[in-house]
């Protein structure tokens, strides 16, 4: 269906015929659209808008219908900084119009400039309301993670031992490399780059995702070469994808099988699965990882964002990692689970694990990394040690502004 | 950690706990209270040996339901069962009659099954080609092969033996039964208890996340189009040796009354979901209801309407239950 056609859905002009009256339908969304203030043509069709352009017109739909209360769940989750600015401006308006607003999001910033009130939630219970001007960021996140601030990301001396993975001048043939980088035991390494810079790209070649054109890869010294995921997974490399729903759950399926999944031919006896001992080692999985769950025979599409990630994260750790790849392996996590999920990470470094983390949230980038590479164009333009970046010098370099 | 773990349970609702009994038991509930009815209004419905005649008029759709539900599961279909059960039955009979031993007679039409199998699994798979166009392409091919072999229906020439497979019994049991319960019973093994049986549910649950968890999708996708070929290769041979000919027009429309049956036990058509023994359930359901309105002298095709509604309906459960 065309983008005026949507617009219209539920509330159809029609011609005194009673067909639909085609010409308002289109002049009623350029009208709606003018409202919302995105350069979209409503004769596009749907399907052929970015998600990001799809939740704008959401919105201008719900706005055009005068809504009293317009509730927003998690609205910048697929949009751009661009049409997240363009998403507040409207918000501003609707709320100068006298309608109110509940915005659900997990991001602090945003539900800063925008909130009046603030609601927190913690494990499906309220922790308190509060007018904002009482609070202090600080005091908020303190309400979601039930303790301080300060130590919400996790670095303990880490102890940095040899390298276990070393790439050269991987690439595919395309937009990516070449690529060098090493990764050593113990050790985070930070990939930072703009959305599009090739970050995911990179793992998922380094992973035997995606096919590669050039370059090699050594593990522990050892030339090695994956034709898929179940090559690496053999040679010790793990991978927690970004998008959880589409690339790492299975989500009819519990827990239990979620996480021994990428590991099952370890627990095949005489053709048949030892189930008792998986789940041992899933029932270990479950507690070191703290899921909360009402049991490993959950379903796992009924667990909070913060779980799934952590079930994902459990089912590369099960194939005994030397090299665990992590995919912005917080985002949509609430913040208590974020700080479970770095104290996990950092625990790994400390039993020798080498950790390569893809990140877009910056802070974050910061605060766990041992070395940071800035990634521009599908390569490393790059290196930070910890101590040297920055906010400042991460973005200067990602965005190309600083020369290297 | 210095804040106390806590371990959520999971509330349930009153309508959710409705809605999982009625997901999880609704297929045994409804055999159950469709066997209470005919039990009630049907003459002769409720005794041991009409129990035996439905068993046994159930064991061929059962058999090839076995092997569609493995498809199923992985999202796929198999519309060329049928034929199958054509060509593989006309295969054997040939043999036996050309003098080749019995054992091996029987095995070609397990045989036969397996290369179709093989053959759609492979353009599946590895072409990336729907099942559906892929598999009612070897629809027509295969019912194309059973005519080539022989113009007509053929008898089984002598005394062979394959003829117990189809009628013989043990213990007042008769043989096809036995074969199905043993069938399903290997199926629950290979689902429930092997790593090819997790990798089945992942792959029809999320091929993608399948991939990255190191799983060969192709090579489970290519497999499942075998396992179905077998089955249906296996009930070609009952059938033969049911009827004790090879009957070029067999197993027309068995494709959807083995899918009936996958669906009616509770596996889902987007894959992922479902369990052997539903399929089972599924496929007595239907011989109890066609038995009982044979019983109660039911027009045929008055018969045909209530089944067609049946298909509906269990499509529409399946259907409703996804979109939760």
Redo the contacts between chains.
Sequence with gaps: MTVAENLALGNEPKTKWGFLDRKKIYNEAIEKIARVRAPIDPSELMGNLSVGTQQILEIARAISMNAQILILDEPTAALSSFESNLLFELIEEIRESGAGLIYISHRMEEVWNLADRVTVFR??QLVATSKKNQLTPDQVIKQMI??DVKDLYVRNNRIIGDVVLKVENLGNGLKIGPVNLEVRAGEVLGLYGLIGAGRTEITRLI?G?DKIATGSMHIAGNLVKFK???D???QGIA?V?EDRK????????TLS?NI???S??R??RL???A?RNIAKAVDTQFTNL?I???SVE?IVG?LSGGNQQKVLLA?GLQ?NPKVLILDEPTRGVDIGSKN?IYKIIDSLTKSGTAVLMVSSDLPEVLGMSDRILVIRDGVVVKELLAEEANEENVILYSSGLASV | MNSKETVSTKFLTKRQIVDEIFVKWGIYIALLLLVILMALIAPNFFSVKNGLNIAQAVSINAVIASGMTVVILTAGIDLSVGSIVAASGVATVLLLNGGVPTVIAALVAILVGALIGLINGAIIAYLALPAFIVTLGALTYTRGIAYSMHGGPVQIAGESGIESIGNGSIGGIPMPVFIMIFVYWFFWFLLERTKFGRHVYAVGGNPQAARLSGIDVKKVLMSVYVISGVTAGLAGLMFASRVRSGQVTAGVGYELDAITAVILGGTSLFGGRGRIFGTLIGALLIGVLSNGLVLLGVPIYTQLMIKGGVIILAVAIDTLRSKR
């Design positions: 494990d499906g039930g303790r992973y995702a898929s995921p179940r690496a997974i053999v991978f994808p589409i690339q790492g759950l299975f989500e009819l399926m099988d021994i999944i990428a099952l031919a627990f095949v053709g048949f699965l189930l703290s909360r769950a009402s959950q009924e089912r194939t479970e």
